[in-house]
C-alpha cells in the first residue's frame, strides 16, 4: 500500500485545495493531510478564519482524505514520514525544493498550485 502526506493550513476550504488533495490521492492510496494547528499558524503568523476542529471536520469529509494529523512544529516532518511509513511527500510548488532533505527518506512531489484562488484572495474579497 502506497502512503502520502501533505501539509497546510486549509483554511476556508476551496477548489485549489481539493484539486491538489485530488491530484495526491490518484498517486497514492492512502492520503494524510498534517494541517497546521492554531498555535502554529501564530507562529507562522497566519490567522485562520475556521479554527483547527473545524479545519479537520472539513478535510475529513473529502473522499480523497484518508487521515488528518496535526501539524504543530516546522520540524515534524521526517519523524511524520518514518512513523506513517510515507512513500511520497506532497507540497504545493509555491515550496519547490524546500524539502529536498526529506529524499533519502521518502519520494518528494511538488504540485502545482490552482491558479487565481488561495484562502487569502477570498478572505481579501469577502473584506473589499
Ligand atoms: N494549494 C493549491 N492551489 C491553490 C491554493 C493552495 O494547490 N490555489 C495547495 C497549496 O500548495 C498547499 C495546500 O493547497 O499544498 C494547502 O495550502 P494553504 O496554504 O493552506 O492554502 P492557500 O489557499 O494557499 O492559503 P493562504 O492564502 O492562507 O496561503
Known amino acids: 500500500m ?13 477548489y485549489g485545495h481539493v484539486r491538489l488533495l485530488k491530484r495526491a490521492k490518484s498517486k497514492v492510496d492512502f492520503l494524510i493531510v498534517a494541517l497546521s494547528t492554531d498555535e502554529f499558524n501564530k507562529l507562522k503568523n497566519k490567522t ?7 479545519r479537520k471536520e472539513l478535510l475529513s469529509s473529502i473522499k480523497y482524505v484518508d487521515k488528518v ?23 504545493g510548488d509555491d515550496w519547490k525544493d524546500k524539502f529536498n532533505f526529506l529524499k533519502p527518506y521518502c519520494e518528494i512531489v511538488y504540485l502545482s498550485r490552482t491558479k487565481g484562488i488561495s484562502s487569502t484572495y477570498i478572505k481579501s474579497k469577502i473584506n473589499q
Open 2 to 14: 502506497k502512503i502520502g502526506i501533505t501539509y497546510g493550513t486549509f483554511d476556508i476550504l476551496h
Open 69 to 91: 494529523i496535526p501539524e504543530n512544529t516546522w520540524n515534524q516532518k521526517i519523524k511524520d514520514v518514518k512513523k506513517y511509513n510515507v512513500d511520497v511527500f506532497f507540497m
Open 48 to 54: 485562520s478564519f475556521y479554527n483547527y476542529k473545524i
